[in-house]
């Protein structure tokens, strides 16, 4: 890997280290869970991974299936069903957290 691409890679996970961090303090990553679980529960997201876990279970049978499967089989689609609004929501949150707090 070039160096250059090696030290922007560094400072993006610094500065994502530090957003998380500034979150963390002010308590702000634990508002923005619970608003996450509310609208996926609110979008009937929670209902559709948990139809989606039991087909898969299903189409493998019980005794056939990990914890790891389900999660490596589930995951992509989980994420795929998360509303757009949803993200645009935290986003939009995060950005206006950001603004508030510039002094990282």
């Not at 509303?83 to 929501?89: A, G, N, T």
């Amino acid at each position: 890997m070039d160096h250059t691409v090696s030290k922007i890679m560094s400072k993006d996970y610094q500065m994502k280290a530090a957003i998380n961090q500034k979150l963390i303090e002010m308590g702000e990553r634990e508002r923005l869970k619970e608003l996450l679980r509310a609208k996926l529960v609110e979008s009937g997201w929670k209902d559709q991974l948990k139809a989606h876990c039991k087909d898969v279970i299903r189409e493998k049978g019980l005794e056939h299936v990990t914890v790891e499967d389900l999660v490596t089989e589930v995951t992509p689609k989980g994420r795929a069903l998360v509303p757009d609004s949803v993200k645009k929501e935290l986003l939009q949150r995060i950005r206006a957290f950001l603004a508030q707090h510039a002094a990282l």
